[in-house]
């Protein structure tokens, strides 16, 4: 089946520190891949996504590439904020319905 | 405003009281879908909807039942519940099924089963 594999959280960083949190996949087929955002108490928001190969998403000074070589889609940013402190989740979407998460890094940005 | 609207938000009961956790969407979406979420576990996907009457088996669909007799609705049905299905729980919806489409998330619904 599909799987996403997150690296370990959590992370902590300094404000104006650079951010990556690595995200690798397994899937059939050609998945679209996605950035979700977590903050407390609420439900997911999406961040950013990519669709295809060497797709790149970006939003609010984010960034991932989708690389199928190395079946990867790391988030990175370059200048952390305080508000940028939440629970960020990498996931998969297939063609047939299924969505398919990885297990989420905690961010804490520390002034 | 456009959202994805879980209720309740909070529930505390019984081990085989039977309880539905409702979901809808006003935003004419086809396709929904419900999540767990526990701790170093993810989201995991229970059952999603494609569309009207189409619903089709998640990762971890034991214990849960599902309907999708209109467009906005999908309600998360525990039969009989029991302890391990004590978790926090998100409805999503997307206007397609299709992989490229991002998904609107609820607010969640905790769910603890004693």
């Known amino acids: 089946g599909n799987s996403v594999t997150q690296m370990e959280g959590p992370v902590t960083l300094s404000e104006e520190a650079f951010l990556t949190i690595n995200c690798t996949y397994t899937a059939t087929g050609y998945p679209s891949l996605f950035w979700y955002v977590q903050y407390p108490g609420e439900g997911l928001q999406l961040l950013l996504k990519a669709t295809k190969a060497d797709d790149k998403g970006s939003n609010k000074g984010f960034e991932a590439t989708y690389r199928k070589e190395t079946t990867s889609f790391h988030l990175e940013k370059g200048s952390v904020q305080v508000s940028d402190s939440a629970v960020y989740f990498c996931?998969?979407?297939?063609?047939?319905?299924?969505?398919?998460f990885g297990d989420g890094t905690t961010l804490t940005v520390k002034p | 405003e456009a959202q994805v609207t879980q209720n309740p938000r909070y529930l505390i009961t019984v081990t085989g009281k039977k309880l539905t956790v409702t979901c809808s969407q006003n935003?004419?979406?086809?396709?929904m879908s419900w999540y767990r979420q526990d701790p170093g576990l993810g989201l995991r996907q229970i059952y999603y909807?494609?569309?009207?009457?189409?619903?089709d088996k998640g990762d971890v669909p034991e214990g849960y039942k599902v309907s999708r007799k209109e467009k906005r609705n999908f309600p998360l049905i525990l039969e009989s519940p029991s302890p391990n299905q004590t978790s926090l729980y998100f409805c999503?919806?997307?206007?397609?099924?299709?992989?490229?489409?991002?998904?609107?998330f609820g607010d969640g619904t905790r769910l603890s089963i004693l």
């Open positions: 935003m004419n979406h086809e396709y």
């Open positions: 909807s494609m569309n009207v009457e189409v619903t």
């Open positions: 999503a919806s997307s206007s397609r099924g299709d992989s490229n489409q991002p998904q609107h």
């Open positions: 996931a998969l979407n297939t063609n047939a319905g299924k969505s398919t």
